[in-house]
């Protein structure tokens, strides 16, 4: 599975933004998908994770109930919609495939890595 984010750029701080993740290779329908995020001069960190059926999602308690995670698996995409964002949610986002139904917050766990999108948030 060969993945790419984009959508990130620059917003005010109570804004929104919306990331995509489009996939191409294998069967993405298979796969769920988790975002992560970089923020600068820290580790990367977990952020969400959808199932591969989209039944299921998972969220970091830092952006519960400001982000949501949908996929829409006819066009083979994930999204990462973004809500009242914060001056600390400025990152650079990755999205990441694993072939388990449910994974965890581990980065062990994703075995397909995109390349990032810088979210850059105002104040």
């Known amino acids: 599975v060969q993945l790419q984010a984009s959508g990130g750029g620059l917003v005010q701080a109570g804004g929104s933004l919306r990331l995509s993740c489009a996939a191409s290779?294998?069967?993405?329908?298979?796969?769920?998908v988790g975002w992560f995020r970089r923020a600068p001069g820290k580790e990367r960190e977990f952020v969400g994770r959808?199932?591969?059926?989209?039944?299921?999602?998972r969220y970091a308690d830092s952006v519960k109930g400001r982000f949501t995670i949908s996929r829409d698996n006819a066009k083979n995409t994930v999204y990462l919609q973004m809500n009242s964002l914060k001056s600390e949610d400025t990152a650079i986002y990755y999205c990441?495939?694993?072939?388990?139904?449910?994974?965890?917050?581990?980065?062990?766990?994703?075995?397909?890595w995109g390349q990032g999108t810088l979210v850059t948030v105002s104040s």
């Open positions: 990441a495939s694993a072939s388990r139904s449910t994974p965890t917050s581990e980065e062990r766990e994703y075995d397909y």
């Open positions: 290779g294998r069967t993405f329908s298979s796969y769920a």
């Open positions: 959808i199932s591969w059926s989209g039944i299921s999602t």
